[in-house]
C-alpha cells in the first residue's frame, strides 16, 4: 500500500470529525491501529474468506445451520455476518451464534448496531477458525444528530486473525441502502466508503480485507478505493449476483475490498436458499514483504 500512517489514533479521530459534522453523529472514540500489530517475517500462504448476509428477522436454526455449512464446506479460514439476531425477540431468542461456536468457525466476535428498538439483539459478527483478537467497531457516517426509523445506522467491525501465522485486518460491515445525503450533499453510501478507505489507510497490517452488504447500485461507487490501490473481487470483469431478492435491479451488492499485497486466487458464490443473499466466497495468497509495502 502506497502509505503507513504511525499515528493511527490521530488519525482515526479526526476523519471521525470530519466524516461526522454538521448533524452526523456522535464521532468515534479514538482507537489505536497499531495495538496488536505484530508485522513478523514474511510468508506466503493462502487464505479463504467469506461474506454471508444471513436475512435477520427470518432467519431460524435450520437457515443458519445450513449458512454454516456453506462457510465450511468452501473452506473459509474467516467469514463476515451481516444482519445478526442475537438472541431477539423476533427470533424466539435464539442464539444463532452458538451454531458457529460449536463447529469448525468456533472463533466469534459480535458487535450490535444499537438500533432503537433492537439494542444488543441485531448486529453483524465475524466468525474465524482460528482466534480473534483486538475486535473493534466503528460508527460509519449517519447524517442526522439523533437516530431516524427511516434510515438504518450502520457500524464496520475491524478484528486481528492470524492464518497460517500471518496476521490479517479482516473488517467486516453493512453499508446504507437508503438513498439519503450527508449534510455536506454527499450521498450517505459514498461517504461510508470513503470513511473505510479512511480506517484502511491509517491501518498498519500489510494485509487488509473488507467484506459486507454495501447495498451498492454500481460497480462504480467503489471508485475512490480503486484509486488508491485497493481491488474488489465482484467487479464488471467477474460478476457475481449474490442478492436473491426481485425488489432491485442491481443484484451484485456483496463484496469482498482487498489490498494490493493480497493476489486473488479465484472466488465464487454460493447459491441457497438458506437467505436473501448467496454467500460471496474468495481465496486469496500473500505476495508481498510487510517493509515493501
Known amino acids: 500500500m502506497k502509505k503507513i500512517v504511525t499515528f493511527a489514533v490521530i488519525l482515526v479521530l479526526a476523519l471521525t470529525l470530519s466524516a461526522c459534522s454538521g448533524e452526523a453523529i456522535t464521532p468515534n472514540e479514538p482507537y489505536d491501529m497499531n495495538d496488536g500489530i505484530e508485522m513478523g517475517e514474511y510468508k506466503e500462504t493462502a487464505f479463504t474468506v467469506a461474506s454471508y448476509n444471513i436475512k435477520g428477522g427470518d432467519a431460524t436454526l435450520g437457515s443458519v445451520k445450513g449458512i454454516n455449512e456453506n462457510i465450511v464446506n468452501v473452506g473459509a479460514d474467516i467469514a463476515g455476518l451481516q444482519e445478526v439476531d ?3 425477540e423476533r427470533s424466539g431468542k435464539k442464539d444463532f451464534l452458538q451454531i458457529f461456536r460449536e463447529g469448525v468457525m468456533n472463533n466469534v466476535s459480535y458487535f450490535p448496531m444499537m438500533l432503537k428498538g433492537f439494542g444488543e439483539t441485531y448486529g453483524i459478527a465475524s466468525v474465524s477458525k482460528t482466534p480473534i483478537s483486538r ?5 460509519l457516517p449517519y447524517p442526522y444528530k439523533y437516530e431516524r426509523s427511516d434510515v438504518e445506522k450502520r457500524i464496520i467491525m475491524r478484528s486481528l486473525v492470524k492464518i497460517d501465522g500471518v496476521q490479517i485486518a479482516f473488517y467486516n460491515t453493512h453499508l446504507s441502502y437508503e438513498n439519503v445525503k450527508m449534510p455536506n450533499g454527499q450521498s450517505l453510501r459514498q461517504a461510508q466508503i470513503e470513511y473505510i478507505l479512511e480506517l484502511l489507510e491509517s491501518d498498519p497490517c500489510p494485509y487488509k480485507i473488507v467484506v459486507g452488504d454495501f447495498n ?3 460497480f ?17 470483469d467477474n460478476r457475481l449476483d449474490t442478492y436473491r431478492g426481485d425488489d432491485a435491479e442491481f443484484l451484485a451488492i456483496d463484496n469482498v475490498v482487498y489490498s494490493e499485497s493480497l493476489e486473488l486466487i479465484e472466488s465464487g458464490k454460493n447459491d441457497s436458499d438458506c437467505s436473501d443473499h448467496n454467500m460471496l466466497y474468495a481465496t486469496f495468497k500473500t505476495v508481498m514483504r510487510a517493509e515493501n509495502i
Open 135 to 139: 475486535s473493534h467497531s466503528f460508527k
Open 86 to 88: 442475537h438472541l431477539s
Open 216 to 218: 451498492s447500485l454500481s
Open 220 to 236: 462504480e461507487e467503489f471508485d475512490v478505493l480503486l484509486k488508491e490501490g485497493y481491488n474488489i473481487v465482484n467487479n464488471n
